[in-house]
């Protein structure tokens, strides 16, 4: 859900994801882009673009994070060798 948000409305969908440098960034860029889009169309599609891979960056590191924590917590998984 937060990806269609992210495409959408893509300063609403990063502040939501808990990242609020990156939708004063996406601000930033919708305006630039709005003014050049004039010209240049697919410039129009570069805040949606920017706000779904900064989405996606985040949770992956959420993610990986969320892993490191339980490995540290509960050992490697069995079977696992070093």
Known sequence: MIY???ALLPPLGLLLNGQPFSA???VLLIVFCAIFGLFFHILLL???AHAII?????RDER???EMVEAVRRYGPPPGYRF
């Open 24 to 26: 004063i960034f996406n």
């Open 46 to 48: 570069v805040p949606s």
């Open 4 to 6: 269609v948000l992210a």
């Open 63 to 65: 993610r990986h994070r």
């Open 54 to 58: 900064a989405v996606h960056m985040k």
